[in-house]
Every structure is written in C-alpha cells, then in structure tokens.
C-alpha cells in the first residue's frame, strides 16, 4: 500500500460509489472545460494545454495522493507563476515556450516528490495562511491586468511590468475597441447572472457560449474582433522535456518556487475538504502524489498543476466518494474535447478575457484580508509584504518572501517565551501558586518562583538568559525555583544555560531549583551530565517539595528574620521550631 496507496480505497469502490462518483465527475468535467482554456491562456500557452492538464494531472494525483475529495489539474496562481517563469526566455506559446514549460513541470514535480519521499510533508504548516492569501490578491490583480488589453482590444507590448501595462492601457485609451468590450461585458454578465440565479450550471460555459453568440450575431470578426481558433480534437500527445544542464539550472529555481506553491495548495485544500468528510489527510502522501502527477504530465503535454479549491469543493459537494471521481472527470473531459473541440474556433478571446477576469476577482479573499487587517499587526505585515511583493517584483521571489516572513514571524515567537512570576495566594487554603501579573501578592524575599511556558532552545535561550540576569539585578535574586510543566522540550543550549544559571546563583550563596520537569527534559539532562553540576538534591517532582526543601534549608535564621511568612512551610517549620 506504500507503493500503491489506491488499494486503500479501492476496497470502498461497489455499485453506489462508483453511480456518486460519475454524476460528480461529469459535473467537474463540464466545469474544468472552460477554466482549462482560460488558465492555460493565463500561463501563456495554447488553450489545449490547460485541457490536457486536467485530463492526466488528477488521475495521477487521485491514484498517489491521499484525499479522496482533492481535484488536481490547472490553477490560477501556478499558471501566473508559469507564465512569469517562462516568459523572460521565450515567447508565450512559442515551441521554445511549450518546451520550457514541460521541463519547469518535470522539475517541479521531482522537487515534490522528493519532499515526499524525505518525509517532509509537515513543511507547509509553517507557511501561514497569510502568505497564501497575500499572494493569491497579488495574483489576482495581476491577471486582471494582464487581460485587460483582450478585453478592451488594445496591443501591448510583451513582458511590461505591472506598472508599464497601466501607463500604456492609460496612454492608448482612445484606441479601445468597442466590440471587444461590449464581448467582454456580455460574457462577463451573463457568467454572473448565471451564476447568481442557477448556481449550479457551469457558469463560465455559459458566458463564454454568450460571448460567442454576440460576437457571430455582430459580425465581431469584421470589426477586430479575435477569435481564439479552433482546438486540436485529440487526446494528450507525448511530448519530452529539455534535459540539458543549461535549461535545468535556468529553471531550477522557478521550479523550486512553483513546487512549494503547488503543496501548500494542495495539501491546504485537501485538509480543508477532509475536515467535512472526516477523512484523515497524509500530507506525505499527497507530497508524492503531487510530484508525479506533475512528472507524468510533463510527458502527456502538461504544465504544472495542483489542487482546486473550486473543482475540489464541487466534487465534494457533487456527492463523491472515492477518488475515482477525478479519474471520471478527466474521462468525460477527454470525451467533450473530442465531441465540441472544434466549435472553439468561434470563441472570442475577448470572451476568454471576460471569464478570466471572473476567475481572478473570486480569487481574492475578501472576508479574510478584512480580517487579518483588523486582529493582527504581524500578519498585517505579513499579508501587504507579500501582496505587493507579488505585484511589483518576481513571483516566484514573492513566494520565498512570504515563506521567510511567515517563517520570521513563527520564530519570533516561540523564541520569546512566556515566563510568569508566581507567590501562594493567601486567600486559598492550598496556597496555590498564582501568576502576580494577575493580582498583586506578596513574594519571598528570598526565592523567586518562575514559570516558563516553552521549550528551551537555541532560538530561545538568549532571551530567556537576559530576562532572568535582569531580574536577579534589579531584585538581588539569590534562590529561584522554575517550575518547568510547561518546558517540553530542551536541547544542549537551554541545557548549558541552566547550568550557567544555576552557577551564577551559588556563587552568590543561593542555589537554583526546579520542579515538575518533565521525563524527557529531565532524561536530556542527565544524558548530557549536567544533573551533578546543578545538583540532584535541587530537582523535584512537585513544587511543594522544592518550596519545603527550601525553606527547610534556610533554618532558624529564615523564621526570625523573616516577617512575610507566606508559605505554608513557614508557619510549619516556624511551629516546629517553637
């Protein structure tokens, strides 16, 4: 099963799945039909590559993978990025283009499998939410842009940034084509309205079928008005990346770029799906699942793809049951291509622009950004960092920004952690150890209790080591008990700071304890040696033990000079000495 992980679902295949798992397979089929055009235009191809994209792409994904919901094949955002790559060294649906294309999705797809097989299938949960989202925006507006001279009939040079297009789009205003709008407006509100009052047909489809219409009905063709041509009516032909060193190392980081992408997006929506389904979801597994449908595409005339949010979602909602819904929708998609490829020749790619510009506003997460804007400061950052990073520089240099950001953010955090100070509280009978920060209490002049809330480490041990010599400074700290529940891990820098610690408290005639050290903590300790140096009469299992330990030690001259009295080992060993 590890080398064919489909045995595991195959034993849930009988004669009502595989009935769900038509119907939502022919459902996706009619809805990747135009968004295979459209994303393929996106990334610069000719129109047949977005459908032979998803017709090898999700087969391969469904039979490796591991969710039984995920749709893989064309995306918006790996299509933007393709196009970026490819385009600063051939011309966008040239031979050259086509070729590099197939070698960058060769390339992407080994980075992935090899994530897989190292087992690194943890690595997207440290991406944040963020970076994707700030992306995707970025993405989005890009790809508005880039269709905006197809639907307003304008010709603009190739490879302009995004601020170039709109100065040309601003400087060639007067040459706007109304026919091509006018297209572009039809099928844009009709795939809305479509949309909006029969949620359930393709709406796309019919838009683009609406834009088609008005543009015979006009004789569009006669007023500048392109059509996109007619698409080859065949099934996905071999085709052989360039292996040569030069085009790899050219590539590579693209590839690398685009690789990380397709897993966070697809390992993001399979959880997201598989949180409906209660289906548990090997991210390991989808890491190679991933990674060769991408290999094996880039030898059947595809480009590079990962999860749909979209296709997913609707082949949950369809009423799949296994993956064998992926593999009908592919089926059924060849079939249509053979069937309706050549009435393509009559759609305006006006009318393509239109439905792209659909796909890149419901790109953008509205309800989300507004979000992340209002609760949190660093995700904020976070959040406009990548978006503009996407918009103004390369992007695959926008992921790996994102990706460094988020990754700065999470260790910012976990290399401050949380200590609290803590003294009995009077007002219990226990006297349980409270945090002070909450209310005001008296401490033992003597000893300060601490409470760390997190793992010991090199990233942490700096700020822990200032934040405590600072405390024994300002407070002339001579004894200090930590109470360690909350430390779950440690390593040898967290190890050697202790000891420093401890060390720098004897030497001012006091002594460092600790309580409730976790077995593996206290187990990295011992192995490493350092238990005899901090001593093992200092260690105990519960705070109890150490406050009387403590106290026991201090004897006569504690109780007499003493007036705070606030353990209850006080009154004890005050009563013991009387």
């Not at 968004?35 to 999700?58: D, E, H, K, R, S």
């Not at 009052?197 to 063709?221: I, K």
């Not at 059924?332 to 890149?360: D, E, F, K, Q, R």
Request: proline share 4%.
């Amino acid at each position: 099963m590890r080398l064919f992980p489909f045995l595991r679902w195959c034993a849930l295949v009988n004669g009502k799945t595989i009935q769900s798992d038509l119907m939502a397979g022919l459902t996706g089929a009619v809805i990747v039909l135009p968004q295979g055009v459209a994303f393929a235009a996106i990334a610069g191809l000719p129109p047949q590559y977005g459908l032979y994209t998803a017709m090898i792409t999700p087969v391969v994904a469904a039979l490796f993978g591991s969710s039984h919901h995920l749709i893989s094949g064309p995306t918006t955002a790996i299509s933007i990025v393709v196009f970026s790559a490819i385009s600063q060294f051939a011309e966008p649906g040239s031979g050259a283009f086509i070729q590099m294309t197939l070698t960058l999705t060769f390339l992407a797809g080994l980075f992935q499998l090899a994530f897989g097989l190292a087992k690194l299938g943890t690595l997207v949960n440290f991406v944040s939410h963020t970076v994707i989202t700030g992306f995707t925006a970025g993405a989005a507006i890009l790809i508005a842009t880039s269709q905006m001279k197809h639907v307003l009939g304008l010709t603009l040079p190739r490879g302009e940034s995004f601020i170039d297009i709109w100065v040309a789009l601003y400087a060639q205003a007067g040459a706007v084509n109304g026919y091509v709008v006018g297209i572009a407006a039809v099928t844009l509100t009709v795939a809305v309205i479509s949309r909006r009052f029969v949620p359930r047909a393709p709406n796309l489809l019919v838009g683009m079928v609406a834009g088609s219409v008005v543009c015979a009905g006009l004789g569009g063709v006669h007023h500048g008005v392109v059509l996109l041509g007619e698409i080859p009516s065949r099934l996905p032909p071999l085709s052989w990346p360039d292996f040569s060193i030069p085009t790899i190392r050219q590539l590579a980081p693209e590839a690398f770029a685009i690789a990380l992408l397709g897993l966070i997006e697809a390992v993001t929506i399979s959880r997201s799906v598989a949180a409906k389904s209660q289906q548990r979801i090997d991210g390991n597994q989808e890491f190679i699942g991933q990674g060769l449908s991408n290999i094996v595409g880039s030898f059947f005339s595809s480009y590079a793809g990962s999860g749909s949010f979209t296709r997913s979602g609707i082949n949950y909602a369809a009423g799949a049951k296994t993956p064998l819904s992926a593999i009908f929708a592919a089926g059924a998609l060849m079939g249509l291509v053979l069937l309706i490829a050549p009435l393509t020749a009559y759609l305006p790619i006006a009318s393509m622009g239109g439905v792209i510009l659909i796909v890149a506003w419901s790109l953008i997460d509205f309800k989300h950004i507004c979000f992340i804007l209002h609760v949190s400061r660093p995700e904020t950052s976070v959040l406009l960092v990548t978006f503009f990073s996407t918009l103004f520089l390369e992007l695959e240099f926008a992921i790996y920004i994102g990706v460094f950001l988020s990754l700065v953010l999470f260790l910012s955090r976990v290399s401050a952690p949380e200590m609290v100070v803590m003294a009995p509280d009077p007002d219990k009978a226990s006297r349980q150890l409270t945090n002070i920060a909450k209310c005001s209490l008296p401490e033992c002049p003597k000893m300060k209790i601490i409470r760390i809330d997190m793992s010991l480490y090199f990233g942490s041990v700096n700020n822990i080591q200032n934040r405590l010599e600072e405390m024994m400074e300002a407070e002339q700290v001579t004894h200090m008990l930590i109470v360690s529940e909350g430390i779950n891990f440690i390593d040898l820098a967290g190890a050697e700071m202790l000891v420093s610690l401890s060390d720098t408290l004897k030497s001012k005639g006091g002594a460092l304890y600790f309580s409730n050290l976790k077995s593996n903590v206290c187990n990295f300790i011992a192995h490493v040696g350092f238990i005899h140096r901090i001593g093992a009469d200092h260690i105990f299992e519960h705070k109890r033990q150490a406050i009387a330990a403590f106290v026991a030690k201090q004897g006569k001259a504690c109780g007499q000079q003493c007036a705070c009295q606030i353990f209850k080992e006080c009154d004890e060993s005050s009563g013991d000495r009387l």
